[in-house]
């Protein structure tokens, strides 16, 4: 899918302020897809809000002034929050708004249903990197947003990682893999990092390099689009040293422990979706 230029005066709305909402809105000024000035975010207290006006953005307290002045909506307060606000922004919703939730959970026949008939909709699943401009995200489109809002939304959000369009079925699953996928991902280093420590490295430099072998081969798999079963074959030596570890992690379980960490989490979001 193409991506569609971004309007030079598109003006971008947050309502919510909060960690991915600031990720966003700094990614996409970063990236100069929009300028500060053209930032509009509303949250009920200063404690977040201060963090956008230190950006450069337009900040208030009322959350029907961002739907007034702007035309692209990314709502992000926590799921639970979310069909009050929406609630709350209807009357002043127009066939001109593209509105985006980033809200895990909350399914995009829930918003069109808190919304006015017709409301162009669309759902995002972000992760924590996008503050790093690293996130793998996917979106998915409710049934009045057409192609064109798809490729400008992926434009924008291109700024903060990856962004690919999915039906709305794998977006739960998205959540376990890269969403908590994170989390997964930490603990692996972590425990990458403690096996030099019980070697004998220092706790900071074993962190700092097992950080760095993440990205590193994080890298790699993008750039040269190998499997990684490739590329790890590629590293074992007959009798070396990595068939030897490799060894060890399949006597520990550590592949099934993934793919069941991912399977928990995803189950945990679909259930988490159905209340
Ligand atoms: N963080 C992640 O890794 C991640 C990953 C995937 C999806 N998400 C989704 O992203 C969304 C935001 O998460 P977050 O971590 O950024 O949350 P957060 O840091 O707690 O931010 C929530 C924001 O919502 C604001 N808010 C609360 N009530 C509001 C209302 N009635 N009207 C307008 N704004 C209101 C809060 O205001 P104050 O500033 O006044 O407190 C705050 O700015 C969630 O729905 C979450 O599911 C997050």
Redesign the pocket.
Known sequence: MEAAAVPARLRVGF?????????IAQGLIRAGKVEAKQVL?????????CHFRALGCQTTHS?QEVLQSCSLVI?????Q??P??LK?VAPVVTAEHVLV??????SLSTLEELLPPNTRVLR?????P?IVQEGAMVMARGHHAGSEEAKLLRNLLEACGQCEEVPEAYVDIH?GLS?SG?AFVCTFSEALAEGAIKMGMPSALAHRIAAQTLLGTAKLLQQEGQHPAQLRTDVLTPAGTTIYGLHALEQGGLRAATMSAVEAATCRAKELSRK
Request: aromatic share 2%.
């Open positions: 309502v919510g302020a909060g960690r991915m909402a600031e990720a975010a509303s949250a009920p207290t200063d404690r977040n809000l959350n709502f992000a307060t926590k799921p929050v979310l009050a606000v709350e939730s980033v809200a895990a959970g909350v995002v699943s972000p992760n924590l996008c959540t969403g994170v």
